[in-house]
């Protein structure tokens, strides 16, 4: 069984170092495949992941849960059938909602897929105006959540 965490939050709240420090310490080992979904021409956070040794399958331009869902789950498939990873991390852009990126991967029905954690990264100093600003996106990511950190 493959598993798939996805880390959700707004931009700068720190979910590449998460993603990076648990690659490092706590998923060590693991053969682990980072799908990132980035909105502009240039996913910043590749060349940074790349040095860590993780395969990534940047999606540029469009929401992983909405325009990107055929193509998210082409993408998928072949990240399992390319690399076998043991588990795969979802990091998807800042301004999406996680339920649907959790519809997303469930409405895929990949057998050898289970869906294993859900964490959003939250910078608690900006929290209050992220809820006035974009509220309906941030407080799903929060309600949806396994875990906040």
Known sequence: MIKVDIFSGFLGAGKTTLIKKLVE???????????????????IDGGF???AGIEINEMNSGCIC????????KALRQVIDEFHPERILIEPSGVGKLSDIID???NLHIEEVQLNGFTT????SKAKI????FGEFFNNQV???SSII
């Open 25 to 43: 310490e706590a998923y060590k080992g693991e053969k682990v495949v980072l799908i990132e979904n980035e909105f502009g021409e240039i996913g």
């Open 130 to 133: 992220y809820m006035k600003n």
């Open 104 to 106: 997303a991967v469930e």
């Open 66 to 73: 909405c325009s990107l869902v055929g193509d998210f789950g």
């Open 49 to 51: 992941l790349k040095d």
């Open 121 to 124: 990264v939250v910078d608690a």
């Open 143 to 145: 309600e949806h959540a």
